[in-house]
């Protein structure tokens, strides 16, 4: 089945992108619009890394906080695991930290803008946000996997053909669904848990979404499962401008410094309790 194939062949890429030249076309919307300012970086580098510095001693951190145990609201603060790495992550530079709230989808030209200095989001590393924007070493892994009401018809990858497939816009499981499954076939929402609700309701047949959200989202909600078969293997990471080499490799050793001493994974394992 030619779908399957696909997805065969993502699985096997590890990252997406990587055997197809034309992904997403959103990804390629966001590429376009930020082409300029690609062009305008490459012609003044000095100028522009000077720029895209953090300044006020402030680390400002875009994020889209309706992604948990990554990034969410709790008494409307917003908490998780990137929340609180990237907290650790500023300390350690000397600064303050400021989170930004947007769609997922603003993020990578925020970063490269320079209206932020990072991107941290339980983005996924891919080939073609590489194009825009640099990321740091990963701090996490992930799998794409697919949600489904209890007792659906649907029990593997193969069995979503012609169905209605929901997804956070602009995210990987996006880009794989409408890859696979034909754009006329895949309902985009803004966020994960608006995607959710819309397979409760019975308006779509299933979501693609990490693994980790997933969880949640199933716990939240009655009736819903997640299948066993899953979709594709990734890695997290944050997302740093291209102009901005000196940022990344701090957020790079304070990262390591957290590998090191064991805290990444005492924060992760606290937010995802080994069953
Ligand atoms: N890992 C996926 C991606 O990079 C989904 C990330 C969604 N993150 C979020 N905070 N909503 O596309």
Known sequence: MKAMKRVLALVLAGVLCLAFAACDTSAKNERAADQSSVEASNNSET???AEAKPTNGKLVMATNASFPPYEYYENEKIVGIDAEVAELIAEKLGMELEIKDMEFGSIIGAVQTGSVDMGMAGMTVTEDRLVT???SDTYATAVQVIIVKEGSEIISVDDLEGKKIG?????TGDIYASDGFGEENIKRYSKGNDAVAALSAGIIDAVIIDNEPAKSYVKANEGLVILES???DEEYAIAVSKDNTELKENINKALGELKADGTLDS??????PED
Not at 267 to 272: A, F, L, W
């Open 47 to 49: 100028a522009d890394a």
């Open 230 to 232: 899953t979709y594709a």
């Open 267 to 272: 924060i992760i394992k606290k937010y995802i």
């Open 133 to 135: 924007v640099d990321f």
């Open 167 to 171: 997804v956070q816009e602009n995210t």
